[in-house]
């Protein structure tokens, strides 16, 4: 995926801007600090697998997403708890309706403060790794996440994040323990195992 996202940004640097001909002098990208970015949802994913009776795995993600990172580094992200896709129509509808309550928890967010400097001199074809810090809050209650992310800027005015390595996260975190349980014994398995890899790519936009 890097190296397709370095692709596309040499293929971004190598051709003319709207009123810039060929053989012009290039011109200079503009920081990727300028200006807020807004969420691609089309373009972005998040996923995590979670495991039953000790050895059967199923991929589940949240197909709607949105977000935004603004000039100063305030970064978030809103998830659709009832955009839940396990791939079982019944087994979406306990997690809206058992696991997450959406009626009254329709939404998980994620926030973080970042530093522009760290990001300023990020040019269009590059990449770099960060460790990023950011608070989750689930029904209510709020849990630190750590990772480490990939930050690419394919083009002009596209960043992709993904992480170096699955976020793992458990339910007793968001104190979701007696949910899972409700979960396991709705069912009927010898087990749903708390803790969760997730994965994301998150595509940002200027503007």
Request: glycine share 6%; proline share 7%.
């Amino acid at each position: 995926m890097a190296a397709a996202a370095l692709a596309l940004g040499l293929a971004a640097c190598a051709q003319p801007t709207p009123g810039q001909q060929p053989g012009d002098a290039p011109t200079a990208s503009a920081s990727v600090t300028e200006g807020a970015w807004s969420l691609d949802p089309a373009a972005s994913r998040l996923t995590y697998v979670s495991i039953k009776a000790g050895e059967i795995a199923e991929t589940n993600r949240f197909a709607q997403l949105s977000g935004a990172v603004a000039p100063d580094g305030t970064a978030s992200l809103e998830i659709d708890l009832a955009s839940i896709d396990t791939g079982a129509e019944l087994r979406d509808e306990r997690m809206r309706d058992v696991f997450f309550a959406v009626a009254e928890n329709p939404v998980a967010s994620v926030s973080a403060k970042l530093d522009p400097a760290a990001f300023a001199g990020l040019a269009v074809g590059q990449s770099l790794t960060r460790s990023l810090k950011a608070s989750v809050t689930i029904k209510g209650v709020a849990a630190d996440v750590e990772t480490e992310v990939l930050v690419t800027r394919p083009a002009e005015d596209r960043v992709t994040v993904v992480p170096t390595a699955p976020v793992l996260v458990s339910t007793d975190m968001f104190e979701l323990t007696d949910e899972l349980g409700e979960l396991r014994a709705m069912a009927q398995l010898p087990s749903i195992t708390p803790a969760v890899p997730v994965t994301f790519v998150l595509s940002f936009k200027r503007g």
